[in-house]
């Protein structure tokens, strides 16, 4: 995923800090993609997804800490323990290897946005974007590296984490009734 591509998820957020709520989307060029609606109600779900080598992971954690996880791979979508989910993550970010320096960092009331990553390259770029009460985080890895990336969304309410299961690409329609089912969405 270029650098760029990463920051103008950031303006977006930017935009979205400014002019109230907005929907954001957030894909790779592998196709895989995660939206949220962010500037509308503060909640306390926090959705993930990672992908690596093709096998995406899903991961929805309500407030109360309970969490349900699913993956996408070539034996097809069902539904896995919440620490397969971590695991598969961490797994992802550890073969991305450390993200480069920082090379913007803005801080405004209300809203901050950090980049990482190098011109020009598809190597290696992170962005985290906070916009009141909540936060995207996008880690990703180029071309070398493979398509590897992972999105953390961090404070949307229970429309988003329900919207958030809705649009999971890959998942059959029986794991996202299950996953929602679990949370109670």
Request: proline share 3%.
């Amino acid at each position: 995923m270029r650098i760029w591509t990463m920051a103008a998820l950031a303006v977006a957020g930017l935009a979205l800090a400014a002019c109230g709520e907005g929907s954001v989307q957030v894909k790779t060029d592998g196709g895989a993609s995660v939206s949220t609606t962010l500037g509308g109600k503060e909640g306390g779900y926090s959705v993930n997804v990672s992908e690596k080598d093709g096998a995406k992971t899903f991961l929805v954690v309500r407030p109360d800490g309970l969490q349900v996880a699913a993956v996408v791979d070539a034996q097809g979508s069902r539904l896995v323990e919440a620490g397969d989910a971590h695991a598969a993550m961490s797994d992802t970010l550890s073969a991305m290897g450390p993200p480069p320096d920082e090379k913007v960092a803005i801080k405004v009331p209300g809203m901050s946005l950090n980049v990482k990553g190098e011109d020009g390259t598809d190597e290696r770029a992170k962005v985290e974007l906070k916009v009141g009460g909540q936060t995207i985080q996008v880690d990703a890895a180029g071309p070398d590296g493979g398509e590897n990336a992972v999105v953390k969304i961090v404070g949307v309410d229970a429309d988003a984490a329900r919207k958030f299961i809705d649009e999971a690409e890959g998942l059959s329609a029986d794991v996202k009734t299950q996953m929602k089912a679990k949370l109670g969405l």
